[in-house]
């Protein structure tokens, strides 16, 4: 069986990175948006750790993105 669920967080921490990228913000910011660490940030951003759909909705306001725009 192929495990898709580990590319989806894959593509959904790029994107997460490419935002906050483009907003300007360093990982330690966006974690305090967040309310988590950088070291967490970066989780989400590698794929290591999957985001929540609260958490990534959270962050979709912050950024001005819609959640969509994660999946692409």
Not at 61 to 70: E, G, Y
Request: glycine fraction near 6%; charged fraction near 20%; charge should be positive.
């Amino acid at each position: 069986m192929i495990n898709y669920s580990k590319e989806v967080d894959q593509l959904v921490g790029k994107n997460i990175k490419a935002a906050r990228l483009a907003a300007s913000l360093s990982q330690q910011d966006l974690g305090c948006e967040l309310n988590v660490t950088y070291k967490q940030i970066s989780r989400y951003e590698n794929g290591t750790n999957r985001i929540s759909a609260g958490a990534l909705y959270v962050l979709a306001q912050k950024l001005k993105k819609s959640v969509n725009f994660f999946f692409k």
